[in-house]
């Protein structure tokens, strides 16, 4: 097949919101303890508290925000367990996720110092499934004041004088779900009173206020928040959607020994999140036409059945090629809506579902996804070029997913090829870089090819040898399952 796009400048390009490459981390399995803080469990080497094997990897990724502390649990998270003396802290029981005993030695202090080693913004998820509006409130204000109030010198005497940036704060969690089990038209309602307690005392730096969106396809969700809540009232509503394979819960799917079939699947079933977006844009566009509502996917990827031999409720699955191509095709989608999509949310940053992170005990290593995030960085913030030319559909996906974009001079081509036969592309080239040098990488392999700790470095990215362009055409050879990432 003759695959052939254009590349064009655009004379007003969108741009690739950076948060777009968002993470999320919860009080689920392994992800918090001996995954971002090292616990008894291990001797890995420590910065502060955090495994430092884990803080340089995710240093090098760059990523720009972190979504804390759920999920779903949020809704059952009190703050005020998790500061002041470590040794005092209240000891709890995880009730969302395997009745865990939970230590809340990471808290507050903890997520906000991560987030500034990490030079990331904080996102936090508030508690209103078992959680009061006073609570809420409180916690913005322990977080954001520097007045003189009570709670502001509590900080202060937890170690912590000056008060952090908020840029983010989601107002419940999964409302229609373990979040409260609410109807759309009571937590609308709710979120009304809700949001107009939450007040920063940081005038400085707008504090985005998250409402509960869709699950999934749930279309009359979106149309019920867009007509109850006034666009100046919430500048974000979150969608989750997880790409199940079998399309039930009760039996997902294995994440290492999977058929082409359901490997195939599985993808058709990630690139759904184009209708959804599509979907609920359409929606939002009649209610808020200036777009001051963003669509925030704050928890996306794949979601598999545990590997044997641990925990049900840890949700500890591996990450191989497969997912790697899950989230080369589900970014690119991202990029396509940006003037909607301002922000979405990997779950999760470590040991559990997609991670980009798996530990055990004191070793460490880095997914296919963590290096699909590594490899495509660079359109964080980047101007979108255009592309001309229908690219053909093959089995319910295209046949190459491609976005290009621009940023300080520099040029990122980003291809994906995730079929599991080669692909020809031609790419005809702008006047502007018909004469460009690039070099390439590529990540590729085998669809169920993964990385263990006995061998870390299965799966990584290779150099990829550009060809020359002929009279502007760049012509390019996609290995099957493959993303192909070209920077000029």
């Not at 500061?83 to 802290?89: E, L």
């Not at 590594?374 to 053909?392: F, R, V």
Request: net charge negative; glycine share 8%; aromatic share 10%.
């Amino acid at each position: 097949m003759n695959l052939t796009l254009q590349l064009k400048e655009s004379d007003r390009p969108k741009i690739i919101p950076a948060a777009q490459y968002g993470h999320f981390a919860e009080h689920l399995g392994r992800c918090i303890y001996d995954g971002i803080w090292a616990d008894e469990s291990t001797d890995a080497p420590t910065v502060e508290g955090y495994r430092k094997d884990v803080l340089e990897a995710l240093q090098a990724l760059q990523i720009p925000v972190l979504r804390w502390p759920g999920g779903c649990f949020a809704d059952c998270y009190h703050w005020r367990d998790g500061i002041g003396d470590p040794a005092k802290r209240p000891k709890t029981i995880n009730t969302v996720w395997g009745w865990a005993p939970e230590s809340n030695r990471f808290g507050t202090h903890e997520f906000f110092r991560l987030c500034e080693l990490l030079g990331c913004a904080p996102y936090l998820a508030g508690n209103m499934g078992s959680g009061t509006i006073r609570e809420l409130a409180k916690w913005v204000e322990y977080v954001t004041s520097d007045k003189d109030t009570a709670i502001t010198e509590e900080r202060r005497q937890n170690g912590r004088h000056e008060p952090w940036k908020l840029p983010y704060l989601g107002i419940g969690n999964e409302a229609w779900g373990g979040g409260g089990q609410m109807r759309v038209e009571y937590y609308a309602h709710q979120y009304r009173q809700w949001q107009g307690f939450a007040k920063s005392y940081d005038f400085s730096t707008p504090m985005w206020k998250i409402a509960c969106g869709p699950n999934a396809n749930d279309y009359a969700w979106t149309e019920h928040m867009m007509q109850a809540v006034d666009p100046w009232m919430m500048q974000g509503l979150a969608l989750h959607y997880y790409t199940v394979p079998s399309g039930r819960w009760e039996k997902k799917g294995d994440s290492l020994m999977f058929t082409d079939a359901e490997y195939l699947q599985t993808l058709q079933k990630a690139y759904f999140m184009e209708e959804l977006l599509t979907k609920h844009s359409e929606i939002m566009d009649r209610y808020d036409p200036e777009r001051q509502v963003a669509l925030i996917v704050d928890e996306w990827g794949s979601w598999y059945d545990v590997m044997e031999g641990t925990k049900d409720a840890f949700l500890y699955q591996q990450n191989t090629m497969r997912d790697a191509m899950l989230a080369a095709l589900t970014l690119h989608i991202f990029h396509r809506h940006t003037e909607r999509v301002k922000m979405a949310n990997l779950a999760q940053t470590v040991n559990v579902l997609q991670a980009l992170i798996l530990t055990e005990g004191n070793r460490m290593l880095c997914t296919p996804t963590y290096h699909v995030f590594a490899m495509m960085q660079g359109h964080q913030d980047a101007a979108l070029l255009e592309l001309d030319g229908e690219m053909p559909m093959q089995d319910g996906l295209p046949a190459v997913s491609v976005i290009a974009s621009q940023k300080d001079g520099s040029t990122l081509i980003s291809l994906c090829n995730p079929h599991l036969q080669e692909q020809m592309l031609s790419l005809q080239l702008p006047e502007s870089l018909r004469n460009i040098r690039c070099s390439g990488k590529i990540l590729t392999g085998d669809c169920r090819a993964h990385n263990t700790f006995e061998q870390p470095d299965q799966v990584v990215p290779q150099p990829y040898a550009v060809p020359q362009p002929q009279d502007g055409v760049l012509t390019l050879t996609l290995p099957a399952c493959s993303l192909v990432t070209l920077q000029g």
